[in-house]
């Protein structure tokens, strides 16, 4: 998605240069978005490896709750999947907007 980036934003200077009364942000919205929805990634998969890392420290700590310690890991990680995929869908929503 950020591949897209300079595409939308030399559009969006293009524009600004035109100084229309009726400037169309658009194409800065679309920036905007693409933004975001690298944040939102980059934060999930930074919430994901620090639940991975830390579960790994505990399983070797106590090895014998490994069973809980691991189910508990995979419900976080799924939570955050869950979250990162609906804040995606809602940027592409936006985005068709």
């Known amino acids: 998605m950020l591949a897209f980036l300079p595409m939308v934003l030399a559009d969006a200077t293009t ?8 400037m169309d942000l658009k194409p800065l919205g ?6 975001g929805s690298g944040i939102i990634v980059a ?28 189910t508990n890991m995979l419900l976080a990680s799924a939570l955050i999947e869950g979250f990162t995929f609906f804040a995606l869908i809602i940027a592409f929503i936006a985005m068709g907007k």
Do not use: D
């Open 15 to 22: 524009q600004a240069a035109a100084m229309a009364p009726a």
């Open 30 to 35: 679309l920036a905007g978005i693409l933004i």
């Open 43 to 70: 934060g999930a998969a930074k919430g994901i490896g620090n639940i991975g890392g830390n579960a790994v420290e505990a399983i070797a700590r106590q090895p014998e709750a490994k069973g809980s310690i691991g």
